[in-house]
């Protein structure tokens, strides 16, 4: 992830803008040679990565597509596949398609990865991060 603190001198310090998001995918990305990636890392999205899509002949087409684009842009890499473009995203299992368009808005609409929820058992309210970031998870 990408974070810091700057310091504007005395008691002032201000948290810079966290620009990545690392993720684990539920299923995970299978390469060529079978190998399954799942953990990456998600950039914030600009104002061009949102409208540059919409000229591509392929959203033009089937706007079910958009998202695909979209996510090839700010992507930045699955397991060791750093080149992610369309294709990848394309071959993306659809629980895999699902959780980075969720990560997508999160991080972009709310700005955050947090996601409340209710124990079934309990009842109990707490948050979860969706991202994957959690103590354990590999």
Not at 101 to 108: A, F, K, M
């Amino acid at each position: 992830m990408s974070s810091a603190t700057l310091d504007h001198g005395s008691d002032q310090k201000v948290d810079a803008l966290q620009t990545e998001y690392s993720f684990v995918l539920p299923r995970g990305l299978v390469d060529e040679d079978g190998t399954v990636h799942r953990d990456g890392v998600m950039r914030l999205a600009t104002a061009r990565d949102e409208i540059l899509p919409l000229r591509d002949p392929r959203v033009r087409e089937n706007e079910a597509y958009l998202s695909i684009v979209l996510l090839a842009r700010v992507v930045e890499r699955i397991g060791t596949v750093a080149d992610v473009h369309a294709g990848v995203i394309e071959r993306l299992f659809a629980a895999d398609l699902a959780f980075l368009q969720d990560l997508y808005r999160r991080i972009n609409q709310e700005g955050h990865t947090l996601a409340a929820v209710t124990c079934p058992a309990c009842q109990h309210d707490f948050q979860v991060d969706v991202a994957g970031d959690a103590p354990g998870e590999s």
